[in-house]
């Protein structure tokens, strides 16, 4: 069974990707592979830093390793908060503050659309490969649904009439940016 390090902290994407991957695959996490290091997100790119992070495992641990970096970039906020999604309203990360901080900057204006995007970097073998996913939608005015994690419960993508928070994680994991991503992912694995 092939092994690869899914380069992240984040216990819920781990989760959301592990129900996605193909049993062929067993993903580890950072835990895993007792890395507690913080590896720092410094680039001004989501593939910039998915690059980072993966770099930063197969350099120092040796293994065949995947990273994402996921932003929510905002039409009428010129594409914010884009890379810096996760520390929109500064550090400590938390959600609920950024988007406390979204809705407040977006409160008089009448665009409200949104794209998610998350850009998967792969090492393997020596390689690497970029996969990309986007997922169109809408910024809601007000949260809605207890699922998801992030920005989910005020974002809702188009041709939908609930938030990423209101669907399960099967419903969101087939039409999100990272699903879309990881799909690409595992159809590039199937034949690797």
Do not use: W
Request: hydrophobic share 30%; proline share 2%; with cysteine.
């Amino acid at each position: 069974m092939m092994k690869l390090v899914f380069a992240t902290n984040n216990q819920n994407k781990l989760k959301e990707v592990q129900e996605m991957l193909m049993n062929s695959i067993e993903i580890l996490s950072l835990k895993d592979i007792k890395c507690f290091d913080e590896i720092e997100e410094t680039a001004t790119t989501l593939e910039g830093n998915a690059k980072l992070k993966a770099d930063y495992i197969t350099k120092n641990f040796g293994y065949n390793c995947f990273a994402d970096d996921t932003g929510l970039e905002v039409e009428s906020l010129n594409g914010k908060p884009g890379v810096y999604s996760a520390r929109f309203a500064g550090e400590p990360r938390n959600s609920e503050n950024n988007m406390k901080k979204l809705l407040s900057e977006l409160e008089n204006k009448t665009n409200r659309n949104a794209q998610f995007r998350t850009s998967i970097c792969l090492n393997i073998d020596t390689k690497q490969f970029i996969f990309e996913g986007t997922c169109k939608g809408e910024i809601l005015t007000k949260k809605q649904g207890e699922k998801g994690f992030g920005y989910d419960p005020i974002f809702k993508p188009n041709k939908y009439d609930t938030s990423f928070a209101e669907m399960s994680s099967k419903e969101k994991n087939k039409i999100s940016h990272r699903g879309i991503a990881i799909q690409e992912l595992v159809k590039f694995l199937k034949n690797y």
